[in-house]
């Protein structure tokens, strides 16, 4: 049977070993980070354009087709 301890000391240990792994952790540097995100607003924008093009296209081709 679990006790409330059990469940406290694997909780606990559980911690220190996800904090011991985020140390190792390479994180990137700020300007990759904002480069990144540019990168990421650039490619949504494109993707949603996009997708409003064709969405603009279908109510024609529909609206064409319902008449």
Do not use: H, N
């Not at 006790?3 to 911690?15: A, Q």
């Not at 904002?34 to 081709?61: E, M, P, Y």
């Amino acid at each position: 049977m679990v006790t409330p301890k059990d469940i406290f000391d694997r909780t606990k240990k559980y911690l220190r070993e996800v904090w011991s792994e985020l140390s190792r952790v390479s994180w990137p540097q700020k300007k990759e980070i904002i480069a990144s995100t540019a990168v990421v607003i650039i490619c949504t924008f494109i993707v949603a354009f996009f997708l409003g093009i064709v969405d603009i296209a279908l109510q024609k081709l529909l609206g064409y087709l319902i008449k």
